[in-house]
């Protein structure tokens, strides 16, 4: 078992810290809401630190999951940030999803302090952090991948190291990219039946288990032909990952013309009030 710190308790962290609990580690958790690290101390057993410097003294395995590049600097090299108090030969994990410069500038970091440096963003949302199922994409150095991974086996089906520094980053961006494009065809699909007078759950009953099915059509198809939309990573999530590879297409080259224009519908539904909104909802465009 290892001595660990969970540094954000969003809908994601919260019960990925109370994984780790549960498989026997020792867990001290921090986040910017004081009262949610308490409450998730009194629930899981473990401690609430007052400060990411604080909750990472000590630790072996420091991992985190927060909002942006700037939150992870904050609370990585920022006034009172982890780095400060990581001891050399641990490990941090960072689940954010976040740009790969900023992944690859504090590996650098970490390493000039003489600790390892992941960048681990996750799938699965929050049904996968709650369930302990989530999809890992990690870049690093393959010791410290080795020394993390088996811990986060708590909530993970899966995890693996695809490249160097930002390789993980990368690949987070890769899938944003490819359910983007996912839901805007199943959005126009769905709404074509509804129009069409044909009975959404028994269209989508019989394509998904053809050359159509996908996670999304198996798990949104129906409740967007409901018009529900309440299923976790909100609008507002996605075009801040959007952007981030939009941006990075701009560096490397790579065309994202059905990107770009899926995140201007996406503009459209946070106009429409939809930014808490789950990804699914690009449908309402096509019901205005």
């Known amino acids: 078992m290892a001595r660990c710190a969970f540094i954000g308790l969003g809908v994601m962290g919260y019960p990925m810290a109370g994984h780790l609990a549960k498989a026997g580690h020792e867990v001290t958790v921090y986040n910017r809401t004081a009262a949610k690290a308490e409450a998730w101390a009194a629930q ?7 400060t990411p410097a604080a909750a990472a003294k000590g630790a072996e395995l420091v991992f985190a999951c927060v909002g942006n590049d700037d939150d992870l600097r904050a609370v ?23 740009s790969a410069a900023v992944a690859r ?40 991948f080795d ?24 690949t987070k961006m890769v899938n944003q990219i490819a359910i983007a494009g996912l839901l805007q065809g199943l959005s126009e699909a769905v709404n074509f039946a509804a129009r069409a007078g044909l009975s959404v759950p028994d269209v989508i009953d019989v394509i998904s288990k053809g050359a159509a099915g996908s996670w999304q059509m198996e798990n949104r198809a129906v409740t967007m032909g409901e018009d529900k939309f309440d299923f976790g990573f909100a609008v ?10 939009l941006d990075e297409a701009k560096t490397n080259g790579a065309a994202l013309p059905g990107t770009a224009l899926v995140d201007q519908f ?7 009030g939809g930014g808490r909104w789950d990804t699914s909802s690009l449908i309402r ?4």
């Open 44 to 50: 899981h057993g473990g401690k609430a630190a007052k």
């Open 76 to 98: 990585t090299i920022g006034e009172d940030g982890a780095f400060s108090e990581m001891t050399p030969g641990a490990v941090f994990t960072d689940h954010t999803t976040a």
């Open 105 to 144: 500038e504090l590996h650098a970091v970490a390493k000039g302090l003489d600790f390892g440096f992941v960048d681990a963003p996750v799938s699965g949302g929050q049904a996968g952090a709650e369930n302990g199922v989530l999809t890992i994409m990690c870049g690093g150095e393959a010791a410290d």
């Open 147 to 170: 020394r993390a991974a088996p811990v986060m086996d708590a909530y993970a089906r899966a995890r693996r190291l695809l490249g160097p520094s930002g390789a993980g980053q990368l």
């Open 236 to 245: 507002d999530w996605m075009r801040k990952d959007l952007g981030i590879c």
């Open 266 to 272: 996406y503009g459209d539904v946070q106009a429409m």
């Open 285 to 288: 465009r096509l019901r205005r």
